[in-house]
């Protein structure tokens, strides 16, 4: 992406934003086209190039690492506790990370989950599920739904309040999120939730096409044509585009948990955010949803360098207090 690129297609982004963009997008520049490399090689440079913006942030009194049972073998989860330890169990936020099922790791998306839990005052616990192409749907999706239950039943061992428990995720992690709320709640447990934090999540299979013309192409974090790629490789058949737990859209939100959007204004995927919570609210789950005017999609992850990054982290983990808490 060239500076004119951006200049002409990212007029409408916020100047931060516009920079983390940049910086990102010349960093991508240094290695291969992704066209170029295998799976495991386009994840190493995704890694490499988010590693700067994982630096600095909230210190926590506790981080700890834990290998969770799967019907898959082991996935690793990773907790970090803002305060030290109470007589009282803490509430909890299950993190889901973004990146196409295909990319990033509970490294990439480590300062977001300490400025959560910073912000917020509860535990988070990332989830490094395993990835597409090689792991399809619903390995990733049963992974996290294993590490729920995983919490849940060990709560007293991590000194966590089982009755307070919430997930979210950004990108397709809030896919998951929402599919994951489904699941539990289509199996009779959907009370192990107490809330969602949607963070510009993929909910739909296909972009709005007002979207595709607008922030589809050059000058914004992601693409229309990347998201084909992200499907495509996360699906075993077309079929299961029809499956709620693969697309949400598609499915009755009745008796989730509240949500919190927030809402990347400049993002192929924005309308998908609004979409879906306007859904939710039809079927009577209690949302919040709050649009970042000149937001991209990732923008979360420029948080060392964006006021309006740090508002986003502040206002969900605002949130989400209040909905733990009560």
Known sequence: MTAQTLTLAGADLDPDIARFIAITSEAYHQHPPFEALSPAEIRAVAEAVREPWVKGGPVMARTEEHSVPTPYGEVRVRLHDPLLPSDTPKPVLIYVH?????????NTHDRLM???AARGGFVVIGVDY???PAARFPVALNEVLATLHWVRDHAETLNIDAN??????????????????????DQGQGDLLKGLVLNYGAFDDVCAPEDVKRYGGDGYMLTAEEMVMF?????????????????PMRGDMTGLPPAFFAVAQCDVLSRQSLKLAEKMTTAGVDT?????????HSFLEAVSIAPLAEQALTDGAQWLFKILTL
């Open 98 to 106: 973004g990146g196409g099922w295909m990319l990033f790791s509970i």
């Open 114 to 116: 300490r400025e959560y």
């Open 130 to 132: 395993s990835h597409a």
């Open 164 to 185: 307070r428990i919430a997930i979210g995720g950004d990108s397709v992690g809030g896919n998951m999120s929402v599919a994951a709320a489904l699941s539990l709640r």
């Open 231 to 247: 499907w495509d490789n996360y699906l075993n058949s077309d079929a299961e585009r029809q499956n709620p737990l693969v697309v």
């Open 288 to 296: 919040q949803t709050v649009i970042y005017a000149g937001a991209s």
